[in-house]
């Protein structure tokens, strides 16, 4: 059965050595040198933040109105709003085309979704 070691009865260190063998004693790491990881927090919390429950809208309830500042009192829904972004930016869309006429319809729709609160 093998015995561990070196060959030869030779000690670390002793001659026959060819001096190649790296060896770590006598090392002391540079001051202030911390091992890798060591420096860093923990990148996860020990608790998660409280997570804020979504309120239910009451029973019933309508869509939000929004009231336009305009003469006429014009009072425009979500929806009415929603509406009117589509169609500006539709109407910004067919302008990269180089489509002015079906950019000036898109335009005048939302202007008169706005000021008369009907498509």
Known sequence: MP?????GGEED???GSTGTELSTSGFSPPSGFLAPGAHAPPTTPSEPPPVPKPRAPPQGAEQPVVTVPLAGGVQLSADDIARA???CK???SALQYEDTPNAVDNLQKCLR???TGKE
């Open 113 to 115: 979704l706005l000021t």
């Open 90 to 92: 539709w109407a910004g």
């Open 85 to 87: 972004q589509k169609l």
């Open 13 to 15: 260190g002793e001659e």
């Open 3 to 7: 015995i561990p070691g070196p060959m």
